[in-house]
């Protein structure tokens, strides 16, 4: 069967490879229908992501598809059930996993940066990584359901309540997405972008408050809004070690910062113990996938706002050169297998 691997920094293609088959009683063989590329998947093309760095690896955490064969002991799935993957395992035996934090459990694997991904024609897991979808969610929007789960955990993570303010630095995929799930949770958004491609998506998904701050000064007009006392979270999805002090500044007191951007973070401790802060870190998911599917119909009406393009699996190279390029009007990008679109 084919699948995409990267060999080496920008240096990819497609490749024969067996095809994987059940190689344990509770093993799920997923034909792949549909792939999102992320940040993450970038990272590991162009050679920066430090768990993928100098070897070979076929990428994609984001994806779904239609079972075709289960193990014996596999309860919950039957062959032709539509599942998305959850792309974390873990060892159910350290600290982290004892208290359920998997996420964070000290040999965490995840599929498509420190082992095989989903960019491939069939796929084989253990039955706990796939999850069933409705008919009424399509292979498209399947692919967002990851991301959203994302979304969700760091919401989880800084116990977001409906009272809440908050504001978001970046209106990539990620940041779109976890305004959208904190609007739908009742919070206050802010969201503060400076692309004019990601600021139109912003608003045409229907956040409240778009802040293009590259024209409007950003702490004043959030402190207009929050009237003077300033958000109660602001989620870092740009990554932009700059912003921190900012936004260390700009928090209420007992306010919450959440890094959610996988890069370094720096700012004055003083500061945040003057003003009684809580630094709240998040990292992949956990328990998120049931919700996230249960509740996806909100999410439906912006998904094809979200993904701005769609590639035939055949044309992987041409996503992951158009996905390097950052455009400001890209967002999503999925690929889809067989041949056709919905």
Same mark, same amino acid.
């Given at each position: 069967? &084919? ?25 799920? &063989? ?12 970038? &990272?590991? @093309? ?52 004892? &208290? ?169 401790? @003083? ?27 909100? @999410? ?43």
């Amino acid at each position: 069967m &084919k699948a995409f691997m990267i060999e080496d920094t920008r240096f990819a293609g497609f490749i024969e490879v067996e095809e994987p088959q059940i190689c344990s009683p509770t093993a799920v &063989k997923v034909q792949v229908e549909s792939v999102g590329i992320c940040g993450t998947d970038i &990272k590991i @093309y162009e050679g920066h992501h430090s768990q993928s760095m100098g070897q070979k690896r076929i990428p994609g955490h984001e994806f779904a598809g239609v079972v075709t064969e289960i193990g014996e002991q596999v309860k919950g799935l039957k062959k032709g059930d539509r599942v998305v993957h959850e792309p974390i395992s873990y060892c159910g035996q350290c600290y982290a996993c004892l &208290k359920g934090e998997g996420n964070v459990c000290a040999q965490v694997k995840v599929t498509g940066c420190n082992m095989s991904g989903g960019l491939e024609e069939y796929f084989v897991s253990d039955e706990r990584q796939w999850h069933r979808i409705p008919d009424w969610i399509s292979w498209n929007e399947a692919a967002l359901i990851e991301p959203y789960t994302i979304a969700a955990q760091v919401c989880a993570r800084a116990e977001l309540a409906p009272e809440d303010t908050l504001l978001i630095y970046g209106a990539g995929p990620i940041g779109l997405m976890l305004a959208d799930t904190a609007v739908h949770m009742g919070a206050m958004v802010m969201i503060s972008e400076i692309s004019d491609g990601r600021l139109r998506m912003a608003r045409e998904i229907g956040i409240p408050y778009v802040i293009d701050s590259t024209r409007d000064n950003l702490r004043e007009r959030v402190m207009e809004l929050t009237g003077g006392y300033g958000p109660n979270i602001i989620a870092d999805c740009a990554g932009i070690v700059q912003l921190d002090e900012e936004a260390i500044d700009m928090l209420s007191p007992c306010g919450r910062f959440v890094p959610v951007a996988a890069v370094p973070f720096m700012f004055d401790g @003083y500061k945040a113990m003057r003003k009684q802060l809580k630094i709240v870190a998040s990292r992949l998911q956990m328990h998120q996938f049931a919700p996230v599917i249960s509740n996806f119909r909100q @999410y439906q009406e912006h998904a094809d706002r979200i993904i701005t393009d769609v590639f035939d699996f055949k044309d992987t190279k041409k996503a992951f050169a158009l996905a390097g390029q950052r455009r400001s009007e890209t967002g999503k990008i999925v690929l889809r297998f067989n041949k056709y679109m919905d």
